[in-house]
């Protein structure tokens, strides 16, 4: 609809007005965010008030036949735009009515404006009143109203009409001043409200072929990253928004549960080398659209594209973006499109957090090196890889330590200022070869390169509560929460360090929320059945104990082995039972530890000494457990915390 072929390009209805050509939809003379394929359709619905638009019409006059392109959801997805931003409901519809396998029909009554003129010849002054152009926005008296005046002759009705236009200017301009009714707060908030947090919720994988998973997370987990990038920006981490793949759930409701001013959802389509992918970023608690737009990129172009994602999104809510975070934004990475597809399968099960899916992310890492082994993201999953695979007891670490080095040590060869290869050199630093100032150096490098990695946010917290820095390790495990509030592991994190810095009653808390996160995970419960052996509650520890052996799978002889060897001797029956079983699995440290409790000490020294041979992660606890407490004044205690080089 334009002026060339006798029409305006402007049209009415009820407190809307639509400019055609401009590509604007208005309300109450407010400009609100609907362009591109929603904007299209509003317009073919718009050019045809009261009769159906058949699907088939929309697609033909949008999209060629041959278009690389999801038809289906993308003109669902552009109906469901469209009534969010006219506030309609499917299911009692005011303007767009659904006709079932066929198309949809605008049911409003549409006025065609031209100027400030209606289209049926005679000169009007602006209609106020219920379905008017002119119409106030809500809460304006009703005694305002003013009816059209059409062909108005002689002085006195020309005089009367503009005293009364006068009148209405004045009393909308002191309704203004006053901000009664909130007026002016509805006529001058358009602007992109204040944004400093943000989560990208999971892209949808359009080609419906669960191979595909991964290149739809691997999106969503890139883009996260790159966001995470910009210091002024708290973005939520991949942990938590994943919980919401494939949900339901409004808008808004998202937000008030991840605490965010500003969502980010998308689509992806792939076709061999092509890539389709549409990214809409909302205000998320008013469900606002910002800004909504549709790349069609070739495959070895993803990685640009997701850089490029970023920046936009950045500039559409007007966040501070510092030159050297700019920097690192826009830096173009040319990699192998192969390997950039084996090193996403590879994150994929590395967020799986099961020894198995480490080894085959191990796998994937290694065969994108293979690819292209000048690029660092694969060396450095290789390396956080191994390192947990040794942390959860898959590998000793006299075979893991000669791989994560070689590994890590590539990788900052290739690219020293890549947030996770900082990440992981302070790990291998504060788990591997205890040196407390190269740890703290790194940990705090990752995070100036990436305020938002919480993986590392959560590990520097662990670092600062295991050198005795509590009330700092508490800050940094709180500020990891906020980041990732659905994760485990950094609500466990949380949970620990309030125990690490003897605040019982804190911890339990905080771990009984982490067990509600997921009480599948095991490690909650570990941790609360050891606050309850501190405290002597050993009917409490071992229900949690006996949680863990049904999660690992233990037979049910074993689980109620420890029940009954405290019923027979009390807490001693309890420690003998923890002794016995840390010997069967070979666990040194544990078994020092119930040795301890059993009141041997030089057993406990001994079973230590072999725990610091054996070069195990558990030594770094030991400036801090309560459970050491009985030992800080024997000589040979003070010997392994010098071997250990505990800063003061």
């Known amino acids: 609809m334009s002026d060339n072929d006798g029409r305006s390009s402007r049209v009415h209805f009820s407190v809307f007005e639509v400019d055609l050509r401009a590509g604007e939809l208005r309300k109450h003379g407010i400009k609100l965010k609907l362009h591109g394929q929603p904007f299209q359709v509003l317009a073919m619905l718009l050019e045809r008030p009261g009769e159906l638009v058949t699907r088939e019409e929309i697609r033909n006059k949008l999209w060629p036949q041959d278009t690389f392109v999801d038809f289906e959801h993308i003109v669902n997805s552009s109906i469901k735009r469209i009534r969010e931003a006219l506030g309609d409901d499917a299911t009692t519809p005011r303007f767009i009515e659904t006709l079932p396998r066929h198309g949809y029909r605008f049911i409003a009554p549409v006025e065609v404006l031209s100027g400030n003129h209606a289209v049926n010849g005679h000169e009007t002054v602006p209609t106020v009143g219920p379905g008017s152009s002119a119409e106030l926005p809500p809460g304006l008296p009703a005694k305002l109203t003013i009816t059209s005046v059409a062909g108005a002759t002689g002085a006195r009705n020309r005089w009367l009409v503009a005293a009364i236009a006068a009148a209405l200017l004045i009393t909308v301009a002191v309704l203004i001043g006053l901000n009664l009714f909130g007026l002016r707060d509805r006529l001058f908030s358009r602007a992109v409200p204040k944004i400093e947090s943000i989560a990208v919720l999971p892209f949808d ?106 920046q936009t999104v950045a500039r559409e809510i007007k966040v501070a973006v510092s030159a050297a975070e700019s920097a690192r934004l826009a830096r173009v990475h040319t990699v192998k499109p192969e390997a950039y597809e084996l090193y996403l399968k590879g994150r994929y099960h590395y967020y799986k957090w099961t020894p198995q899916d480490f080894r085959v992310a191990i796998d994937y890492f290694q065969k994108a090196i293979n690819v292209d082994s000048g690029w660092a993201p694969p060396y450095a999953g290789l390396a956080t890889s191994y390192g947990w695979l040794w942390i959860d007891g898959g590998m000793p670490a006299q075979e893991v330590l000669p791989r994560f080095t070689a590994a890590l040590k590539t990788a900052m060869a290739i690219d020293d200022s890549d947030p996770e290869v900082r990440y992981a050199l302070a790990a291998s630093a504060f788990y591997y070869r205890w040196d407390w100032e190269e740890a703290e150096r790194e940990f705090q490098r990752a995070l100036v390169l990436d305020p938002n990695l919480v993986e590392a946010r959560f590990e520097y917290a662990w670092f600062l509560s295991a050198i005795g820095r509590h009330q700092e390790a508490l ?5 990891a929460v906020d980041r990732d509030p659905l994760s485990v592991s950094a609500n466990l994190a949380l949970g620990s360090i309030y125990s690490e810095a003897r605040q019982d009653d804190p911890a339990i808390a905080q771990l009984q929320r982490t067990v509600q996160l997921d009480p599948n995970d095991f490690r909650a419960h570990l941790f609360l059945a050891g606050i309850y052996e501190q405290k002597q509650m050993f009917e409490e520890a071992i229900g949690e104990l006996q949680k863990v052996m049904e999660l690992q799978g233990a037979p049910p002889a074993e689980i109620a082995g420890l029940a009954s060897a405290y019923r027979q001797s009390g807490s001693k029956g309890y420690w003998n039972w923890q002794l016995s079983e840390a010997k069967r699995r070979n666990q040194s440290y544990e078994f020092a530890m119930a040795s301890l409790r059993l009141g041997n000490s030089s057993q406990a020294i001994e079973w230590l000494e072999k725990t610091y041979q054996q070069h195990d992660w558990h030594m770094v606890q030991l400036k801090v457990l309560r459970v050491w407490d009985p030992l800080r004044a024997d000589p040979r205690f003070q010997d392994l915390m010098r071997r250990m080089n505990f800063p003061k």
């Open 205 to 310: 994988n359009l080609s419906h072929d669960s191979e595909q998973e991964y290149f739809a997370d691997g999106m969503t987990e890139e883009l996260i990253t790159n966001l995470g990038k910009i210091g002024a920006l708290r973005v939520i981490s991949r942990t938590s928004v994943m919980r919401y793949k494939g949900t339901k759930k409004p808008m808004p409701e998202i937000a008030k549960e991840l605490n965010v001013d500003a969502l980010v959802e998308g689509t992806i389509l792939r076709s061999d080398s092509r890539v389709r992918v549409t990214v809409n970023l909302l205000h998320a608690r008013s469900d606002r659209h910002i800004w909504a737009e549709t790349y069609e990129r070739d495959f070895r172009d993803v990685i640009a594209l997701q850089d490029e994602v970023a």
């Open 475 to 479: 800050a940094q495990a709180q500020s």
